[in-house]
């Protein structure tokens, strides 16, 4: 019976001992707040794409050129898409230098110096370097709803302007980030070619096409990932 009685005040001192027990819950992770927004003239109809509205979103990535005797470069991405809207808008930032040979991917200094030194980039097609160029390059690209690229029209006295009037370099756990707005003021352009053929189906003709049209008062929030 004294046994019985030590046994059960054993197991009634572990029953409270596991109550009293609190599970200790780590504290949230802090992540960094991406949204994204679009609002500008197109063709001289205001036009807006917000987050998850219409199914758009917004991707970004980065282009690299390994060279093994000079600076690797890097040209970053921001695109707005829409799975709902065959339509996108890209914005290119470049071009990040670095030693590709020594790291994979830019450092978090050459990624924040590309955006926070130039914060009003020089026009290039593609965000491209050229001779003799100073600072980071940028270009844009829309897709319409048919499918047709329009990108930054490199025409004499073309309007090409962009500035960064937010930058701000944030991480968390899923990486690096710039979240900016840019104010845009930009002349696209599309150029291609009609081929004609005979009942033979033999060329017959062809005739080359060209169309502009401009992004006015146009501020873009979004980001971009290292």
């Known amino acids: 019976m004294k046994f019985k009685n030590i046994l059960l005040a054993a197991f009634t001192g572990f029953a409270i001992f596991?109550?009293?027990?609190?599970?200790?819950?780590?504290?949230?992770?802090?992540r960094v707040k991406?949204?994204?927004?679009?609002?500008?003239?197109?063709?001289?109809?205001?036009?807006?794409?917000?987050?998850?509205?219409?199914g758009f979103d917004l991707e970004t990535n980065k282009t690299k050129t390994i060279s093994p005797n000079s600076f690797s470069r890097a040209t970053y991405y921001s695109m707005l898409k829409s799975s709902q809207k065959n339509i996108s808008l890209k914005l290119l930032i470049g071009e990040a230098l670095w030693d590709g040979l020594e790291n994979a991917d830019p450092d978090i200094n050459a990624f924040t110096?590309?955006?926070?030194?130039?914060?009003?980039?020089k026009f290039s097609s593609g965000a491209s370097m050229y001779a003799g160029n100073d600072t980071t390059t940028f270009d844009i690209?829309?897709?319409?709803?048919?499918?047709?690229?329009?990108i930054g029209d490199t025409a004499l006295g073309a309007i090409r302007k962009i500035e960064f009037t937010y930058l701000s370099q944030e991480s968390d756990v899923t990486g690096?980030?710039?979240k900016y707005i840019a104010k845009i003021d930009i002349q696209l352009c599309r150029r291609w070619w009609e081929y004609h053929y005979d009942n033979l189906g033999l060329l017959d003709d062809s005739s080359f096409h060209?169309?502009?049209?401009?992004?006015?008062?146009?501020?873009?929030?979004?980001?971009?990932?290292?």
């Open 141 to 150: 690209e829309y897709k319409d709803v048919n499918g047709n690229i329009w």
């Open 34 to 54: 991406l949204d994204f927004h679009f609002q500008g003239y197109m063709r001289g109809t205001f036009t807006e794409f917000t987050q998850n509205v219409d």
């Open 210 to 226: 060209y169309d502009s049209w401009q992004i006015t008062d146009g501020i873009l929030k979004g980001w971009f990932k290292r």
């Open 18 to 30: 596991a109550c009293n027990k609190h599970e200790i819950i780590p504290a949230p992770e802090q």
């Open 176 to 178: 690096d980030y710039m």
């Open 113 to 121: 110096d590309m955006f926070k030194n130039y914060p009003t980039p």
